[in-house]
T-cell receptor
Framework: EAQVTQNPRYLITVTGKKLTVTCSQNMNHEYMSWYRQDPGLGLRQIYYSMNVEVTDKGDVPEGYKVSRKEKRNFPLILESPSPNQTSLYFC??????????????????FGDGTRLSIL | GNSVTQMEGPVTLSEEAFLTINCTYT??????LFWYVQYPGEGLQLLLK?????DKGSNKGFEATYRKETTSFHLEKGSVQVSDSAVYFC???????????FGTGTSLTVIP
């Protein structure tokens, strides 16, 4: 079954304790992305990756890091989490990013979300 | 810059009623436009898309037309069902196709 898998689904932690949210896709997609969803703000893009070893900032990258060492994995790292990073996080992937027929009109497949609470 | 403005919710409709959820956008160049749907406890799923002006996206009875002159992409359905209850997000991709901008979401509840 084609899917994007995030772990953990829920996490409560404390300020300053480094954490990693994993994301894995089994569709051989080139493009992967992280979003946070907050009430009244919708989804905002944190980082995205066009392919292995290629990452770039989205709209709200501050306080986050990512890496793309393998095509299937795109972990989100919070080096020193703070309460304003309490949110619902989604990972997504698509066949390819960029423009054109094989690009941005490709649907993104989303994971089921990770709810982070930072006290 | 790029942004999406969506109709505020929540929206409550009776089964078989007509649905419109308004979406307008601001973008440079020629973005692609999308509607995504989120069911409770799940991630977003693509509902429909349009990649150029005057394109109509359609799926599962939902439709939206890419109107460049009014910078709009309103979602419509002629007869909603209880199973359509969800949160609907309008979105656009920027010029490079790598960055995505979502609206705030509109919650729809359909009552029998």
């Amino acid at each position: 079954e084609a899917q994007v898998t995030q772990n953990p689904r829920y996490l409560i932690t404390v300020t300053g304790k480094k954490l990693t949210v994993t994301c894995s896709q089994n569709m051989n997609h080139e493009y992967m992305s992280w979003y946070r969803q907050d009430p009244g703000l919708g989804l905002r893009q944190i980082y995205y990756s066009m392919n292995v070893e290629v990452t770039d900032k989205g709209d709200v990258p501050e306080g986050y890091k990512v890496s793309r060492k393998e095509k299937r994995n795109f972990p989100l790292i919070l080096e020193s989490p703070s309460p304003n990073q309490t949110s619902l996080y989604f990972c997504a992937s698509s066949f390819r990013g960029g423009t054109g027929a094989m690009g941005s009109n490709q649907p993104q497949h989303f994971g089921d979300g990770t709810r982070l609470s930072i006290l | 810059g790029n942004s999406v403005t969506q109709m505020e919710g929540p929206v409550t409709l009776s089964e078989e009623a007509f649905l419109t959820i308004n979406c307008t956008y601001t973008a440079t160049g020629y973005p692609s436009l999308f509607w995504y749907v989120q069911y409770p406890g799940e991630g977003l799923q693509l509902l429909l898309k349009a990649t150029k002006a005057d394109d109509k996206g359609s799926n599962k009875g939902f439709e939206a037309t890419y109107r460049k002159e009014t910078t709009s992409f309103h979602l419509e359905k002629g007869s909603v069902q209880v199973s359509d209850s969800a949160v609907y997000f309008c979105a656009l991709s920027g010029n490079t196709g790598n960055q995505f901008y979502f609206g705030t979401g509109t919650s729809l509840t359909v009552i029998p």
